[in-house]
């Protein structure tokens, strides 16, 4: 049981850690840090933070993961009739809640990571695996692997145009940007090339 607590304890300190380091990150300029300077800013010694992360990267993506909700789960607690986009919409909402908590700081890691190759590759494999667990979810609910994974596929779409429609524009509400990028994701399969 003391075993629990301390693996308990020691992930709680992990994920403050990496949500100071990310903060940090953000503030400074990805690339204009080291690890060194983190570790010193977050009050903790080189050896420490190594201790809980491989590299700066590691524990910004850290930071990055423990902050999600899991839409699969969100998709499977939906009633019965909902559209696949409309029970993915409506999963994202305690996304929503914590982006409304603190704007600001989620404002500045989205342009942090939408400027750093090596974090958008990292958290594009992330996006694949959510992908597939959101597809999965859908099968599950529609009966239809095929067209679940394709609705899995629109609805990231959806999700990926909603943080780049808010994190432009300093003005926007998060949850008209996600309605709006759903919106638009859905109507895509009706535009027609008129050039």
């Not at 850290?62 to 919409?89: E, K």
Request: glycine share 6%; charged share 25%; hydrophobic share 50%.
């Amino acid at each position: 049981m003391s075993t629990d607590v301390r693996d308990r304890s020691r992930e709680i300190l992990r994920a403050e850690l990496a949500d100071a380091a990310a903060d940090y990150c953000a503030e400074h300029g990805f690339d204009s840090v080291t690890a060194d300077d983190i570790a010193h800013a977050i009050g903790v010694s080189r050896a420490t933070f190594f201790r809980y992360f491989g590299s700066k990267e590691d524990a910004v993506i850290t930071a990055i993961r423990s902050g999600r909700v899991s839409l699969a789960d969100g998709v499977r607690s939906q009633p019965a009739g909902v559209t696949a986009l409309a029970a993915v919409r409506a999963a994202i909402t305690p996304t929503i809640d914590a982006v409304r908590a603190d704007p600001d700081r989620l404002r500045a890691r989205l342009l942090m990571i939408s400027t750093v190759d090596g974090l958008r590759a990292r958290l594009s494999l992330d996006r694949a695996t959510s992908r597939d667990g959101l597809g999965a979810a859908l099968a599950e609910r529609t009966g239809d692997p095929d067209a679940a994974m394709a609705a899995a596929g629109a609805a990231m779409a959806a999700i990926d145009l909603a943080w780049i429609l808010w994190a432009r524009n300093t003005d926007a509400d998060i949850a008209a940007e996600f309605d709006r990028a759903f919106a638009l994701v859905g109507a895509a399969a009706e535009l027609r090339l008129e050039r």
